[in-house]
């Protein structure tokens, strides 16, 4: 799989090759559809194991924006799929992520934040005109002070976006996945501090650019 602009590597799926015969069509496309999803500059995406009992079926991939020798945030999307459906899910398909990045203490001040992050998902999909189905998630923001031997560092806020949507069935029963991966590295890129590139979502802007993620 290639994009034209971003970095996507090609790799192993997390699917025995011995068994491709056995996945369905459906998911089988899905999954090809990621490699069609055009990347801005600083997007490096690679598969990843993805986890074994969330659905029959599961792809991820993670991802960093990276700029310079900087990582400014980290992510992974996992795609999942049932072929007899998920009553939660109200669909076949299901995308799960989780977003993080570091911020400057002084932006995590900020009240309205959480609801800020959860719009710029919702945003991405929706300037784009994805339809998806049943959104949940969470947004979380933790703390770190140091002292003794560490005391001369900074203190670090880390905002962690966890959620999942179900999109939108299209021909074949197979959704837009490429269109829906586009989305959701907007929002890897807004939680980063990068202007956005597509359409206005909503007159939300990002946050100013930061250091990477924490990482222990």
Do not use: N
Request: hydrophobic letters at 35%; a negative charge; charged letters at 20%.
């Amino acid at each position: 799989m290639a994009a034209a602009q971003g970095r996507f590597s090609d790799g192993a799926d997390g699917r025995d090759s011995a068994k491709e015969s056995s996945v369905p069509l459906p998911f089988r496309r899905a999954v090809d559809g990621l490699g069609k999803a055009r990347l801005r500059p600083g997007i490096e995406i690679d598969p990843t194991r993805p986890p074994q009992r969330l659905a029959p079926y599961a792809h991820a991939l993670e991802a960093t924006v990276v700029q310079g020798d900087e990582d400014l945030a980290d992510g992974k999307l996992i795609l999942l799929h049932d072929p007899a459906g998920h009553e939660a899910w109200r669909s076949t398909f299901r995308l799960v992520t989780l977003v993080r990045a570091e911020l400057e203490p002084e932006m995590a001040a900020d009240p309205l934040l959480p609801e800020v992050c959860w719009s710029w998902l919702t945003g991405a999909l929706e300037a784009r005109g994805l339809a998806y189905g049943e959104p949940s998630g969470t947004v979380t923001m933790a703390g770190s002070h140091y002292f003794g031997g560490l005391h001369e560092r900074r203190p670090t806020t880390q905002i962690e976006i966890r959620a999942s949507w179900s999109p939108r069935e299209g021909v074949g029963g197979v959704p837009d996945t490429a269109a829906h991966l586009t989305a959701w590295c907007e929002l890897l890129c807004q939680v980063a501090g990068l202007p956005p590139t597509g359409p206005a979502e909503g007159g939300v802007v990002s946050l100013p650019q930061r250091r990477g993620p924490h990482h222990p």
